[in-house]
């Protein structure tokens, strides 16, 4: 039993030794900086395109029902309709910043606000739909069935940010 994990904190070690050597030969040359741009560029290719696409409804009422249920509040419009720009806040927070690092701010780069304070085009035109599209229908999908099991908004959100949680943000312990 013993041999196994002392074989399993060999792998764990020379794993951190190469890692930590790289990052110390990064940092040494500022290419760290160079990699991480990089690969967040990388990642918002993947996510985002310079052209965007015609509107199609993308989230469902559901979606927005399950949303002022939880925050108490009641659906404007019987949920048809343009809603309040508050919701464009929670859909940033509940979506938008838990699909890929930096999304929402190549978003708000890409879309920005009108001197209207509105927006051009729905953030969502500007995905790409072999990426971007199928990956937003699946955490949409997903909040969609968390929501339904949470009574209000704090306990959607502790279980959001365990189950998807923000990127960049710190994850919280359990404590208890």
């Known amino acids: 039993m013993q041999a196994d994990i002392v074989t399993q904190c060999k792998i764990l070690h020379q794993g951190f030794a190469v890692v930590g050597i790289n990052a110390l030969i990064d940092e040494a ?4 900086e160079v990699r ?7 990642i918002l290719d993947r996510y985002l395109t310079d052209e965007w696409a015609k509107w199609s409804k993308t989230f469902p009422d559901d979606f927005y029902f399950q949303l002022f249920r939880l925050k108490r509040v ?21 979506v938008y910043s838990r699909l ?11 879309n920005p606000r009108l001197e ?19 990956a937003l229908r699946d955490l949409i999908s997903n909040e969609i ?4 099991t949470c009574s ?7 279980k959001l940010d365990l189950a998807a ?3 960049g943000d710190t994850l919280s312990l359990n404590l208890d």
């Open 29 to 32: 040359t500022g290419y760290q």
């Open 36 to 42: 991480d741009r990089l690969a967040l560029q990388k």
């Open 74 to 94: 009641v659906l404007p419009n019987a949920g048809k309709g343009k809603r309040p720009s508050y919701v464009g806040h929670w859909t940033n927070d509940i």
């Open 100 to 110: 890929a690092p930096g999304v929402v701010k190549a978003l708000r780069e890409k």
């Open 116 to 134: 209207s304070g509105a927006r051009a085009r729905k953030h969502h035109q500007h995905l790409t739909r072999d990426y971007g599209h199928p």
């Open 145 to 148: 069935f968390l929501m339904r």
């Open 152 to 158: 209000d908004w704090n306990e959607f959100k502790r």
């Open 165 to 167: 949680p923000k990127y």
